[in-house]
T-cell receptor, first 115, second 113 residues
Framework: DAGVIQSPRHEVTEMGQEVTLRCKPISGHDYLFWYRQTMMRGLELLIYFNNNVPIDDSGMPEDRFSAKMPNASFSTLKIQPSEPRDSAVYFC?????????????FGPGTRLTVT | GNSVTQMEGPVTLSEEAFLTINCTYTATGYPSLFWYVQYPGEGLQLLLKATKADDKGSNKGFEATYRKETTSFHLEKGSVQVSDSAVYFCAPMFSGGYNKLIFGAGTRLAVHP
């Protein structure tokens, strides 16, 4: 399997612009997670889905952030409008049940820079 | 509430030295326990896990034992290599949490030749 695929790998945008990050989970995985990683705050869980349905979005920082999962093989995280403090690495992860627990597998991340 | 505390870094070792990175958790139940590793510029990779008390997870020479009595899951390796330089995250998965992982702050390991 190709693993979790994220695009783009790098995104540089100006403040106020809309940003869309994309994720393709591993086939057969039934959970999908979006995380944000910064030096100051570490790794933060933003939102996660089970069978394409959002379960918990309490980590989404503000209404400027939204996430969708229209089908089992695709999810997006959108920031509109973007701000410099949104600069971070955004990870997507998917999980499935294996050997008595769920296991999460991470994508390579999207490094977002908002100027 | 449920939480995890991880040893602060950075940890700097010479090649072939013994490694221990401490991890403790507080929980109302019995979580599954994971260690993830993040190499520079990459995503997190699952390193090992243990799902019940006294289980030992192992991979790539790393080991960690699920200690219920001390609520700990310390990561060890007998002889580190330069290629082990990375950030290591301890992450319990608490029961009833829809398989959410709670990540520690991460411990940076630097191994010198």
């Amino acid at each position: 399997d190709a693993g979790v695929i994220q695009s783009p790998r790098h995104e540089v945008t100006e403040m106020g612009q809309e940003v869309t990050l994309r994720c393709k989970p591993i086939s057969g995985h039934d959970y999908l997670f979006w995380y944000r990683q910064t030096m100051m705050r570490g790794l933060e869980l933003l939102i996660y889905f089970n069978n394409n349905v959002p379960i918990d979005d309490s980590g989404m920082p503000e209404d400027r952030f939204s996430a969708k999962m229209p089908n089992a093989s695709f999810s997006t995280l959108k920031i509109q409008p973007s701000e410099p403090r949104d600069s971070a690495v955004y990870f997507c992860a998917s999980s499935f049940w294996r050997a008595r627990s769920y296991e999460q597998y991470f994508g390579p991340g999207t490094r977002l820079t908002v100027t | 509430g449920n939480s995890v505390t991880q040893m602060e870094g950075p940890v700097t070792l010479s090649e072939e030295a013994f490694l221990t990175i401490n991890c403790t958790y507080t929980a109302t139940g019995y979580p599954s326990l994971f260690w993830y590793v993040q190499y520079p510029g990459e995503g997190l990779q699952l390193l090992l896990k243990a799902t019940k008390a006294d289980d030992k997870g192992s991979n790539k020479g790393f080991e960690a034992t699920y200690r219920k009595e001390t609520t700990s899951f310390h990561l060890e390796k007998g002889s580190v290599q330069v290629s082990d330089s990375a950030v290591y995250f301890c992450a319990p998965m608490f029961s009833g949490g829809y398989n959410k992982l709670i990540f520690g702050a991460g411990t940076r390991l630097a191994v010198h030749p």
